[in-house]
């Protein structure tokens, strides 16, 4: 019988990484922030920030599923939970898509402020 720390690191691995990426790229916009930025910073650390609630959001509905699936819980009862873990998984989506957004106008308006500028 497995344990619950062999069914969390089972699939988790790769998200564990991305949460990570997401958390240096918050660190990074929190220091060019410090260091006299502006709008654009602002919005890069909103959009970071963003991405890395959504990924520590899904993280757990990932470890629950796959301890789920190990389990053997019949498809009634599986499918009742898994419905409630797939609107864990559409709000952290939604989150993420924000996020996203919020990234790609950022690195929008830096290329257009810096377009004006030359």
């Not at 650390?45 to 389990?71: E, F």
């Amino acid at each position: 019988m497995e344990t619950i720390l062999e069914y969390l690191t089972q699939g988790v691995f790769s998200y564990i990484l991305y949460s990570a990426a997401w958390l240096a790229a918050t660190v990074i916009s929190v220091i060019m922030l410090l260091h006299g930025g502006g709008k654009v910073e602002r919005l890069l650390l909103t959009g970071s920030s963003l991405m890395l609630v959504s990924s520590l959001l899904n993280l757990p509905t990932i470890a629950i599923h796959n301890w789920l699936v190990r389990q053997g819980f019949g498809l009634s009862g599986l499918a009742s939970i898994l419905g409630v873990l797939s609107l864990a998984i559409l709000a952290g989506a939604c989150i993420g898509l924000a996020g996203i957004i919020l990234i790609v106008y950022a690195f929008w308006t830096r290329a257009r402020i810096n377009h004006v500028r030359s």
